[in-house]
């Protein structure tokens, strides 16, 4: 896989969001030889597909738990 170097820079496609649509894109048009910017928001991979380690899973349920969120539900995750 090419990396970008220092005079890098000039992309064909940027491409944000790292979810299957996103990443079969991505490739896709690497593959065709399409010089391609594939970044993403999130600190890892796969928007809402993305497989997180129990860890990952239990700081991503702490930072939303509370965004609509019912108070029955939250009442339980103590």
């Given at each position: 896989?090419?990396?970008v170097g220092e005079d890098d820079?000039?992309?064909?496609?940027?491409?944000?969001?790292?979810?299957?649509?996103?990443?079969?894109?991505?490739a896709s048009a690497s593959w065709a030889g399409y010089n391609?910017?594939?970044?993403?928001?999130?600190?890892?991979?796969?928007?809402?597909?993305?497989?997180?380690?129990?860890?990952?899973?239990?700081?991503?349920?702490?930072?939303?738990?509370?965004?609509?969120?019912?108070?029955?539900?939250?009442?339980?995750?103590?």
């Amino acid at each position: 896989m090419d990396q970008v170097g220092e005079d890098d820079g000039v992309f064909d496609l940027v491409i944000e969001g790292t979810g299957l649509t996103e990443a079969i894109l991505a490739a896709s048009a690497s593959w065709a030889g399409y010089n391609v910017l594939h970044t993403d928001e999130n600190d890892f991979y796969g928007s809402h597909w993305a497989a997180l380690s129990l860890d990952r899973l239990d700081t991503w349920v702490k930072q939303h738990e509370t965004q609509g969120m019912p108070s029955f539900l939250l009442a339980r995750m103590d």
